[in-house]
């Protein structure tokens, strides 16, 4: 059977880069990249999840009544996952849900770094939903935009490495969370800048997906 990622935003690309971090990370398990034709190319603030959030959950009604396995909301704002996991049959995490209880199970305070300021209220407001707020230190925004992690990823690397090693020095954590999808692309060049963990969300996923298989 088959885990589905779904990319709610349309380009192609960042769904192709999730399926290969979850495949590198999770082999044992067989993953499937699905694109979100209809969604904005990025998801960047409310409105963004907004205008993705009906097609996302035509993909997991779709996904779900084809026998998937698993579904995995390839978005870091946890775009419509509680829609999400109502209409499902089978189990759906969202990469940022799977990240916040990564750290919290670790007991490891954290940060996240993420993208645009925009983003910011809906993350912590979801970390804050899920109980997990005092193990929150910041949600700090790069000022990066999503598709500018590929398109020049080494500038943007280099820009979400120094944010990461600022919250490092300043906030007194255990951890950073790369608080977007598109953060594949620079995950091992902020790994260098850290001494701490450094949590990339699709990783995650999928390691939960694998945990939930071996718990049933």
């Known amino acids: 059977m088959t885990i589905i990622i779904i990319n709610p935003n349309s380009t192609t690309s960042m769904t192709e880069a ?8 999770v082999p044992e398990l067989n993953f499937e990249g699905w ?18 959030r009906i097609p996302l959950l035509k993909m997991v009604e779709r996904a779900s009544s084809q026998g ?13 996952l509680e829609e999400a996991i109502a209409i499902a049959a089978c189990p759906v995490i969202g990469i940022g849900r799977a990240s ?3 750290a919290a ?26 109980g997990l707020g005092h ?5 700090r925004a790069s ?48 790994r260098k800048k850290l001494s701490i963990t450094v949590i990339d969300p699709i990783e995650c996923a999928a390691a939960c997906m694998l945990w939930m298989r071996h718990s049933v």
Not at 135 to 139: A, E, H, K, R, Y
Not at 166 to 186: Q, T
């Open 18 to 25: 999730m399926l290969a971090q979850a495949r590198r990370s």
């Open 35 to 52: 694109t979100s034709a209809e969604g904005p190319p990025a998801i960047q603030g409310p409105a963004d999840g907004e205008a993705a």
């Open 68 to 80: 998937a396995e698993g579904i995995i909301i390839g978005c870091f704002d946890d775009t419509a």
């Open 100 to 102: 916040y209880h990564y």
């Open 105 to 130: 199970m670790r007991n490891w305070r954290f940060s996240v770094v993420t993208t645009l300021s925009v983003s910011t209220p809906i993350i912590r407001h979801n970390i804050e939903q899920q």
């Open 135 to 139: 193990l929150m230190s910041g949600v």
């Open 143 to 190: 000022e990066v935009p999503v598709l500018e992690l590929e398109t020049n990823s080494s500038q943007a690397g280099r820009i979400v490495a120094e944010e990461a090693f600022r919250a490092e020095r300043d906030d007194g954590v255990s951890a950073i969370i790369l608080g977007c999808a598109g953060m594949i692309e620079v995950v091992d060049t902020v």
